[in-house]
């Protein structure tokens, strides 16, 4: 015991940090608990839920969904080399938005409705038929072909609107999506029909192929008769400027070579000409200039094109230079006067003097070339300004000429384009492609994706489940029953002396707890009883008490039964000692009936009365040696009676005679009696039945003796230990449920 005090002091001396480290395995272990001992709870909130879930998905129709994938075809196949009158859809995403909302219109739609009759469809909207109905549309035809006729308005049509309703249901379920950013989409539509919906779907994939190839042949057909009518017009301009052209032609008496007038040809072959000679004159006379400088100069000759293409002067080098190297090699052998020295510098004066003479020659050549060339340009001057002053008159005629032509010119290429553009367009007619390809048509649904059966009760057991942990979590939280000893003690303020587990009718058999005790003393049942009367002697070990009372707050919480239980195993267990039971519930006696004992010669409250001696009221039960005195229900004036001064001497002088006297009580809550009682009694036990005493009640109760100044322990009785130990509290009712095995039965 002192061991347990110190650990439970340790703990609390290290308090927050113990506690923090084990809270979260203490919650989660709470929980499973609560969920263990509510299991019942759990599993009828979630088969519920699951069995609801399956019959609404029972009465629902199942939906299929059909999808095909278009694929916007941005390559495009070239048979011609000729511009598309409609250009193909661009491949941003505005673009795919656009053909989305394309295959979302309501004329695309429509003609889905009308191919495949969905306006008398009930899926979209249409009214299902009935005899009523069918008999009003007979007469109506039978009457209209008898009196013809009359034309309802368009907007009360019945046709009109189930095809707007059509329409429009058709469009809430159709679903037009693009494909994660790519050129694919997927148009999908949900029905009750798998074959339907794969109808549908193939008929708007269709539709909107044969609405592109449709809108590309329309604008071909409206660009062939725009190009028809311009062709027309055009041709006539370009015979007006011709005309006119032709005409001032011969009325201006111009002459027209290939691209101009004679004159005009005339003047620029001159002026070609004479830029010509004036080029060749500047470079003859380049030429001249360089010659003179590089004959001043001989060691340039060199450089000049003239000397260097010469090949009498390219020999006359060559002999110049071998006749230098003799010089060179006669120099060094002999001295300069040496006739062989003087004859080989002899020699070089005359190569010398001839390529020098022969230089003057091509001076001379370049120096008549380039007048020459300056007397052929001055003469093609003189033409060029004789031309002009002849050409200067006709200037003013051939301008005006020139535009005519240009205009004649200008029309008759504005109309071959045409003329082109018009034939690329009406062979284009017969070629075009739509820019739309179906990429994975429809196929026939095998399985339905409303509902999703697996998917709805995976969610319907998730929903219950959930459901039945809060509906757990909230009765927990409600209840107001007391389960363990540290609620007691944290309510009420008193001390818990004991839990005493509840017999089933199985344990039991034909006897009563009392009998159950008595015959089997070493039972689970009897040693809880044992710890409670240890409990409440240790409790008072200066003065143990002798008169212990028994109560409750309400009836039906079974303080007979523990009374009599209780006084029966310790007169069983104590054979020295004298025990009695005092039935003091003059109200609804049950002494006798919980000992299964035979009934005395009279009633506490006869000889309180004096109508009856003490020997003529108390019994004894053989089995276990217990005394007891019984009560007669109903008995008038109670209160009085448990009130008087022969009560009080009365419990005086049995616990002079015995060892211990109990004293079995009405409620405290149904009447006064068990307060006047609890003023003879030592000790009062005041029983709380586990789980279904409720704590507002036990609270009030025990306030009415607590200014009694009383000891006062409190019991749990009836205890279900199987579920109690599901609590995991740790205390008595835990280890009576978890080693049951170790008590004998």
């Not at 703990?11 to 395995?25: D, I, K, M």
């Not at 009563?512 to 044992?530: G, M």
């Not at 009367?533 to 212990?548: C, E, F, N, Q, R």
């Not at 025990?702 to 199987?722: E, F, M």
Request: overall charge positive.
């Amino acid at each position: 015991m002192n061991e347990i005090i110190n650990k439970a002091s340790e703990a609390t001396t290290l308090g927050p940090r113990w506690f923090e480290a084990s809270s979260g395995r203490r919650d989660l272990r709470e929980l499973f608990r609560m969920v263990n001992r509510r299991k019942w709870h759990l599993i009828g909130i979630t088969l519920l839920i699951c069995a609801l879930t399956g019959i609404i998905l029972a009465r629902l129709t199942p939906e299929y969904r059909a999808t095909a994938l278009v694929m916007l075809d941005t390559r495009k196949m070239k048979v011609t080399n000729t511009t598309d009158v409609i250009s193909g859809p661009s491949v941003d995403i505005p673009a795919i938005q656009t053909e989305i909302e394309v295959l979302h219109s309501t004329t695309l739609l429509g003609r889905v409705v009308d191919k495949l009759a969905l306006d008398r469809d009930p899926e979209f909207g249409a009214a299902p038929p009935n005899a009523f109905s069918s008999i009003i549309h007979g007469i109506k035809v039978y009457y209209e072909s008898v009196f013809g006729s009359a034309e309802a308005p368009i907007e009360a049509r019945p046709t009109d609107l189930a095809r707007s309703r059509a329409i429009a249901e058709l469009s809430r379920n159709l679903s037009v999506v693009s494909r994660n950013r790519s050129y694919v989409i997927a148009v999908a539509l949900d029905s009750i029909a798998p074959a339907k919906a794969k109808r549908i779907v193939d008929a708007v994939t269709d539709f909107y192929i044969v609405d592109q190839l449709q809108a590309k042949l329309d604008a071909n057909k409206r660009a062939v008769e725009f190009f028809n009518e311009r062709l027309d017009e055009l041709k006539r301009n370009v015979e007006v400027s011709e005309r006119a052209a032709a005409a001032y032609r011969e009325k201006s008496g111009l002459t027209i070579g290939k691209d101009s007038t004679i004159a005009s040809q005339s003047l620029s072959e001159l002026n070609s000409q004479l830029i010509q000679a004036h080029a060749q004159r500047a470079d003859r006379e380049s030429r001249l200039v360089a010659l003179q400088q590089a004959a001043r100069n001989p060691a340039t000759l060199s450089g000049i094109t003239e000397v260097l293409a010469n090949p009498l002067i390219s020999s006359l080098r060559g002999q110049e230079a071998e006749v230098a190297r003799r010089i060179g090699d006669l120099n060094q052998r002999y001295g300069d006067s040496h006739p062989r020295l003087l004859q080989a510098r002899a020699e070089q004066g005359q190569i010398q003097a001839r390529i020098s003479a022969e230089v003057a020659k091509i001076i001379s050549s370049v120096q008549g070339d380039a007048e020459a060339a300056k007397s052929k340009e001055t003469q093609l001057q003189a033409q060029m300004d004789a031309l002009e002053k002849t050409a200067g008159g006709l200037g003013q005629s051939e301008v005006q000429l020139r535009q005519l032509e240009r205009e004649a010119q200008s029309s008759r290429a504005i109309y071959e384009d045409f003329l082109k553009r018009f034939k690329e367009v009406r062979e284009q007619g017969d070629l075009q492609q739509p820019d739309a390809r179906v990429l994975s048509p429809a196929s026939v649904p095998t399985a339905p994706v409303f509902p999703r059966y697996s998917i709805a009760m995976v969610g319907a057991f998730g929903i219950g489940l959930t459901l039945s942990i809060l509906m757990i979590i909230l009765i927990e939280r409600l209840d107001g029953g007391f389960r363990n000893g540290d609620q007691i003690e944290r309510v009420t303020g008193h001390a818990l002396v004991g839990m005493i587990p509840a017999l089933s009718r199985n344990t039991l058999g034909k006897l009563s707890p009392a009998r159950f005790v008595i015959d089997k003393p070493t039972s689970a049942y009897a040693e809880s009883l044992r710890s409670t009367y240890t409990a409440i002697m240790l409790g008072s070990l200066d003065k143990p008490p002798k008169v212990i009372m028994v109560t409750s707050s309400l009836p039906g919480e079974g303080k007979s039964t523990f009374i009599s239980s209780l006084a029966g195993l310790i007169a069983r267990s104590n054979p020295e000692k004298n025990i009695i039971v005092v039935d003091c519930d003059l109200r609804r006696s049950a002494v006798v009936k919980s000992l299964e004992v035979r009934e005395t010669g009279g009633t506490v409250d006869e000889y309180l009365t004096g109508a009856k001696s003490l020997d003529q009221v108390i019994g004894r039960d053989v089995a276990s040696g217990l005394y007891y005195i019984p009560a007669r229900s109903n008995t008038p004036n109670s209160a009085e009676i448990l009130d008087s001064n022969a009560m009080r001497k009365f419990v005086a002088a049995l616990s002079e005679r015995f060892d211990l006297v109990f004293l079995d009580t009405p409620p405290l809550m149904a009447v006064s009696d068990a307060r006047i009682t609890a003023q003879v009694a030592d000790y009062v036990i005041f029983l709380v039945r586990w789980e279904r005493t409720a704590r507002e009640l036990a609270i009030n109760a025990l306030k009415l003796v607590r200014d009694l100044r009383k000891h006062v322990g409190v019991v749990l009785a009836q205890v279900d230990v199987r579920r109690h130990s599901k609590y995991g509290y740790g205390d008595y009712g835990y280890y009576y449920s978890k080693y049951r095995d170790y008590y004998t039965n």
